[in-house]
């Protein structure tokens, strides 16, 4: 009796079972150390405590406490107070909640977007599959940030909605590049053509056959698209086009940077800068763990 360990051995002899087992067990292990676990850990916990938000606030975020301006972290307001008399400790919770919700809104936009366009070029006939990619290299020629700025001082206030959308459909033309790159590769394959010989629709060609192949390669793009369109957020907020003053972001928080240099209030920077930049940092390198175990994937083809 034989069996095959991770490594392509075989191994023999009565307790080969036993042998397999142990090496299951250290190729899982292998596995679980390569994995970012604390940029995991940490980004979970951010992000159930944002969720937590009505049960670790100790104030109404929304309250200005005009007898506790600007104070510094202390027993009462843990992270301090800022110019308007708000508590930082509160509106970070609430305030993660909105950036990290325009950041998975964004997300699913650019990828909605950015599949179905890639799709289409990819799988159209080749004039037509030029075309489309010479608008998108158009397109993205023009700086992602000087669009935004374009379309929203021409619109009214934003909402967190809105302001999604907005930086969902500016921001999808790379995953659009990469998804079309990628069905031009798998589109002669022979599940594929078997298919649409055999009358399928575009649609069910796509979802059946087209994305499920390459779906892992476009995973760090998408991923690291929750944190470009965090950071988009926080750095129209604090240009002043992003959300109004009474919704809590960790962008809205940073727009008062300027006052707080100048008043010497250093929190009202660092705290909400602190959560914000450990989520990006967390997020980006479950991105970059995702890039590197699709480069390791042998292909297909």
């Known amino acids: ?22 090496a299951k067990r250290d190729g899982v292990w292998r596995r679980l150390r390569k994995m970012p676990l604390f940029s995991i850990a940490l980004l979970v916990v951010i992000i159930l405590g944002c969720l937590m938000a009505r049960f670790l606030a100790n104030h109404d975020p929304g309250k200005f406490y005009l007898s506790n301006l600007s104070q510094p972290p202390n027993s009462e307001f843990f992270f301090g107070t800022d110019s308007l008399g708000r508590d930082i400790y509160s509106i970070i919770w609430y305030g993660g909640r909105v950036s990290i919700f325009i950041g998975l809104l964004a997300t699913c936009v650019i990828t909605i977007i950015g599949v179905t366009y890639g799709c289409i070029s ?16 158009l397109a993205q020629s023009i700086p992602v940030l000087l669009t935004v700025l374009l379309i929203v001082s021409i619109m009214d206030t934003q909402n967190v909605v809105t302001l999604s959308l907005l930086i969902g459909s500016v921001s999808w033309f790379s995953l659009a590049r990469i998804v079309r790159g990628e069905v031009r590769q798998i589109r002669r394959s022979e599940y594929v053509l078997a298919s649409r010989c055999m009358g399928a629709s575009f649609m069910r060609v796509a979802l059946k056959h087209l994305i499920p192949n390459f779906v892992s390669a476009i995973m760090f793009v998408v991923i690291s698209s929750v944190s470009t369109s965090m950071s988009m957020e926080s750095t129209l ?3 002043g086009f992003g959300l109004p003053a009474e919704v809590p972001s960790w962008g809205n928080m940073l ?42 994937r042998p292909s297909n083809l």
């Open 122 to 137: 990819g799988m159209a006939p080749e004039f037509l599959d030029n075309m489309m990619m010479r608008a998108v290299e």
């Open 237 to 239: 907020s604090f240009l």
């Open 255 to 296: 727009s008062l940077a300027d006052r707080a240099l100048l008043m010497n209030t250093w929190w009202v920077i660092v705290v909400p800068g602190l959560f914000l930049v450990m989520t990006l940092l967390s997020i980006t390198a479950i991105g970059y763990y995702f890039r590197s175990e699709t480069n390791k």
């Open 1 to 22: 009796m034989a069996g095959e360990d991770g490594n392509g051995f075989m191994i023999v002899g009565a307790n080969y079972r036993r042998h397999e087992v142990m």
